[in-house]
Nanobody, 114 residues
């Protein structure tokens, strides 16, 4: 059974930065990909970024050049560095690992004020 725990969310002004962390327990973390998704109020959950087991990354167009996903296999952790934050980035951010599995964390709230 895989369990995920996100942290690092908070309130930040537009233009600021946050780093989210997702600690993954159970399974063989180094053998699978992980991703970040977000869900804003009244909207569907959407893809933000992913990183494969071999560290190949993908990003949604809306965050390219501002967000950076990385992983530390020794710590079973995937990170999301978010820079130049915008009010439209406000959402609950969720970690998913293995990618496309049914395992999700509880989410961490990110609020960007204008």
């Amino acid at each position: 059974q895989v369990q995920l725990a996100e942290s690092g969310g908070g309130l930040v002004q537009a233009g600021g930065s946050l780093r989210l962390s997702c600690i993954v327990s159970g399974g063989s973390f180094s053998n699978y990909g992980a991703g970040w998704f977000r869900q804003a109020p009244g909207k569907e959950r959407e893809f933000v970024a992913s990183i494969s087991w071999s560290a190949i990354t993908r990003y949604a167009d809306s965050v390219k050049g501002r967000f950076h996903i990385s992983r530390d296999n020794a710590k079973n952790t995937v990170y999301l560095q978010m820079n130049s934050l915008k009010p439209e980035d406000t959402a609950v951010y969720y970690c998913n690992a293995p990618m496309t599995s049914s395992f999700w964390g509880q989410g961490t709230q990110v609020t960007v004020s204008s």
